[in-house]
């Protein structure tokens, strides 16, 4: 058990839909970011946040998008959903502590499949 | 940060010791190596890191050469749950956040 938790675990959305994806992270963690993982490739990085604010981001379009709050629960949406979004999505957070290397525990995930 | 090279695929005995080699030839001073493994469809699973000195924890332990250009990550006791892809990633130590960059991994078959 990492302590990091998604919702929803599966779910299908149309073509051009909008999805919002959930991630709590591990208790007094203050960094959390996501990823996108297609079928046989390895994760890649989409953003983090940390306290709040994005402070870093991959090669993702604008139309990835994301919130952090307070509580450092966050949250993943996704406008005009293309079929190539059809990916396992993960939220992995940290707590970002420098001169230790930080470790990075990652939750199991929320398939979207897009139709 | 600096990138990684692994085989794409090792097999194991059951019970043997699992060596998995990682090359990182132009890991800089002040960058980790990391150590990640996915069971099919499932969240990477975080297993051990370190910086220079030989790592090890009840996972596995994590042998860093002199250099520091590569590394060897060792399941002592291999069972077959143990099959997975297998990453090794290097990145600073600070202000890197959760920024982790996978490459292929190894492909890890345990078999009885």
């Known amino acids: 058990e990492t302590g990091v938790t998604q919702s929803p675990t599966h779910l299908i959305k149309t073509r051009g839909q909008q999805v919002t994806l959930r991630c709590s992270s591990q208790?007094?963690?203050?960094?959390v970011s996501w990823y996108q993982q297609a079928l046989g490739q390895g994760p890649q990085f989409i953003f983090q946040?940390?306290?709040?604010?994005?402070?870093g981001r991959g090669n993702f379009p604008p139309r990835f998008s994301g919130l952090q709050f307070p509580n450092y629960s966050s949250e993943l949406n996704v406008n005009a959903l293309e079929l190539d979004d059809s990916a396992l999505y993960l939220c992995a957070s940290s707590l970002e502590r420098q001169g230790s290397g930080n470790t990075i525990y990652f939750g199991e995930g929320s398939w979207l499949t897009v139709v | 940060d600096a990138k990684t090279t692994q085989p794409p695929s090792m097999d194991c005995a059951e019970g043997r010791a699992a060596n998995l080699p990682c090359n990182h030839s132009?890991?800089?001073?002040?960058?980790?190596v990391y150590w990640y493994r996915q069971i099919h469809s499932q969240g990477p699973q975080y297993i051990i890191h370190g910086l220079k000195n030989n790592e090890t924890n009840e996972m596995a332990s994590l042998i860093i050469t002199e250099d520091r250009k590569s590394s060897t990550l060792i399941l002592p006791h291999a069972t077959l749950r143990d099959t997975a892809v297998y990453y090794c990633i290097v990145r600073r130590s600070y202000n890197a956040g959760n920024m982790l960059t996978f490459g292929g991994g190894t492909r890890l078959m345990v078999k009885p």
């Open positions: 132009t890991i800089s001073g002040n960058e980790y």
């Open positions: 208790s007094g963690h203050n960094t």
């Open positions: 946040y940390y306290r709040e604010e994005e402070n």
